[in-house]
C-alpha cells in the first residue's frame, strides 16, 4: 500500500505533467483542485457536518491566510465558524459607493456514490487539460471546482490593486449535496446585496431561476381490528388511506410528466413501520411558479380531505411541512442579469440564462430570508457519478467571468 507521502509525490508528478500547455491561472487552480479533490469530504443526512467537511474547510482556510499574508491587505476577516461555515471578507478598495457582492460554494461532495479514497487523474479531453479519477470513484468536481476558483478570485482580488471592488464576501458552505447548506448559515457575517452561486455544471449555462422546494410528509393512523368485523369494531386501514392519498395527486402533476419549467407534486417514499397501524407518505413538492405552488397546495388539502371522507377510522397528521429553498429568480439584484451579459461580452464568452430543476446554495439561502442569486457555471461535468470530471479551461473561463463582474459591480450605484 502506497504511503500518503508516496500519494503526494504521485499527485505532484500528475500536476506537473499536465499543466506545461497551460495558463498560470489554470496552473494554480489544477494544483489547488487535486489537492482539494483529494480530501474526501463527503456529507451525510445524520450529522451537522462531517470530519472530511472539515479537514477540506481547514485545507482552504490555509490556503486564503496564506494569500492574505503574502497580500499585506488590512482588514480581511476570515474565520470559521463551529458548524464549519468558511467565511472570507475582504473590504472594498474603491471609494465609490457599490452594493456588495457575495460568492457561495459548497465543501461537501454527494454521498451518492463513493468518495473515499479519490485519487485525482489529470488527462486531456478535447484538447482541454481534465481531472478525472479512475471511474470507481466520485472526483468531488460537485462543488470543488467552485472552491477552487473561488479562492483563485481571493488570491487575485488581494494581489491585483487595479481591480477595484466594493465589499467581498466569500461563504463556503457544508452539507449542500443533502440539502442544509443554510442551516446555520450567519446573515450578519454573510449577507450580500448581490449574490453568486458557483456551483454551475457546462461552460455556458448560468441559472437564473430554480425550483422552490417543499416538503411534505403526512402520517395515516389507522385502527386495528378483524376483518371479519371490520364495520362493527371501526377498523381503520391506514394502508387504504394512504394510498388514496397518493392516487388522489393528478397523474399530470407527476414528476415523469413534466418538464422545464413546470413543477410536480412527488409522493416518493411510502414507509410502514412493522406491527404498527400508521402509514407515512413523504412528498416532494416543486414548483417555480407561485400560483402553482398554491395549486399544489390546494391538491394536498383536497386529497387530505377525500382521504378523511373515504376512510373516517384513519387520523392523520402532518409531521414535515417545510420550505426546503426558493425560487431566487424572486430576489435577484435588479438589472443585474444585464451585468452578467455585459461582462461575458467584454471577455468575449457567450452564456445562456436557463432554469434549474432542482436547487442551490443560493436558493437555500433565499428561503432563510437572504437574497438569491445566478448559479454560474463551473467547468464541471457529470456530476453525482464515477464518470465526473472537472475542465480547466471551462474552470478559467468562470473565473475570468466572475472577475468582470466584480469590476463591473463596482461601478453599480
Same mark, same amino acid.
Given at each position: 500500500? #502506497? ?8 499527485? &505532484? *508528478? ?65 474565520? *470559521? ?84 471592488? @466594493?465589499? =467581498? ?27 453568486? /452561486? ?8 448560468? !441559472? ?13 393512523? @389507522? ?6 368485523? &371490520? ?9 387504504? &388511506? ?13 414528476? +415523469? ?13 411510502? $414507509?410502514? %413501520?412493522? #406491527? ?17 405552488? $398554491? ?5 394536498? #388539502?383536497?386529497?387530505? &380531505? /377525500? ?42 464568452? +457567450? ?12 436558493? =437555500?439561502?433565499?428561503?432563510?430570508? *437572504?437574497? @438569491?442569486?445566478?448559479?454560474?457555471? !463551473? @467547468?464541471?461535468? %457529470?456530476?453525482?457519478?464515477?464518470? +465526473?470530471?472537472?475542465? *480547466?479551461? +471551462? ?6 467571468? =466572475? ?11
Amino acid at each position: 500500500m #502506497k504511503t500518503k507521502k508516496h500519494l503526494l509525490a504521485a499527485l &505532484a *508528478l500528475t500536476v506537473a505533467l499536465g499543466v506545461a500547455a497551460q495558463s498560470a491561472v489554470q496552473k494554480s487552480m489544477l494544483e489547488s483542485f487535486v489537492k482539494y479533490a483529494a480530501i474526501d469530504s463527503q456529507s451525510h443526512d445524520d450529522s451537522i457536518c462531517t470530519q472530511g467537511q472539515r479537514k477540506m474547510a481547514l485545507a482552504l482556510k490555509a490556503d486564503i491566510e496564506e494569500a492574505v499574508s503574502r497580500s499585506k491587505v488590512a482588514g480581511v476577516d476570515v474565520r *470559521l465558524s463551529d458548524e464549519t461555515y468558511l467565511y472570507v471578507t475582504i473590504p472594498a478598495n474603491t471609494k465609490k459607493s457599490c452594493p456588495s457582492m457575495g460568492i457561495s460554494c459548497h465543501l461537501d461532495v454527494t454521498p451518492e456514490q463513493l468518495g473515499t479514497n479519490i485519487r485525482p487523474i489529470v488527462d486531456t479531453r478535447n484538447g482541454h487539460t481534465i481531472v478525472r479519477t479512475d471511474g470507481t470513484t466520485l472526483l468531488g468536481a460537485d462543488d470543488k471546482c467552485g472552491c477552487t476558483i473561488a479562492v483563485q478570485l481571493i488570491r487575485t482580488l488581494l494581489t491585483d490593486k487595479s481591480i477595484k471592488h @466594493g465589499v =467581498m464576501q466569500f461563504a463556503f458552505c457544508p452539507n449542500e449535496d443533502v440539502g442544509r447548506a443554510a442551516d446555520a448559515i450567519d446573515s450578519t457575517i454573510f449577507s450580500p446585496d448581490i449574490l453568486f /452561486d458557483l456551483d454551475g455544471e457546462g461552460d455556458c449555462d448560468v !441559472t437564473d431561476s430554480n425550483f422552490t422546494a417543499r416538503r411534505f410528509d403526512v402520517r395515516f393512523i @389507522g385502527k386495528d381490528a378483524h376483518p371479519g368485523n &371490520a364495520k362493527a369494531e371501526g377498523f381503520g386501514d391506514a394502508i387504504a &388511506a394512504a394510498a388514496t392519498f397518493i392516487a388522489d395527486i393528478p397523474v399530470e402533476y407527476r414528476p +415523469e410528466n413534466t418538464e422545464g419549467t413546470q413543477g410536480y407534486i412527488h409522493p416518493w417514499n411510502f $414507509e410502514q %413501520k412493522p #406491527k404498527q397501524m400508521d402509514v407515512t407518505v413523504m412528498t416532494r413538492v416543486r414548483y417555480f411558479d407561485k400560483a402553482e405552488g $398554491e395549486l399544489f397546495d390546494r391538491l394536498l #388539502k383536497e386529497a387530505l &380531505a /377525500d382521504v378523511a371522507r373515504k376512510h373516517p377510522n384513519v387520523r392523520h397528521e402532518i409531521l414535515v411541512d417545510k420550505m426546503q429553498y426558493e425560487n431566487v429568480a424572486y430576489t435577484l439584484y435588479p438589472g443585474i442579469k444585464d451585468v452578467v451579459l455585459s461582462a461575458a461580452a467584454k471577455i468575449g464568452k +457567450e452564456i445562456k440564462f436557463v432554469p434549474e430543476r432542482g436547487g442551490t446554495t443560493a436558493s =437555500m439561502f433565499a428561503v432563510k430570508g *437572504l437574497k @438569491g442569486g445566478m448559479c454560474v457555471f !463551473t @467547468g464541471q461535468h %457529470k456530476v453525482h457519478t464515477t464518470n +465526473e470530471y472537472a475542465d *480547466l479551461q +471551462e474552470m478559467e473561463e468562470a473565473y475570468t467571468l =466572475m472577475l468582470e463582474i466584480i469590476k463591473q459591480v463596482a461601478t453599480l450605484k
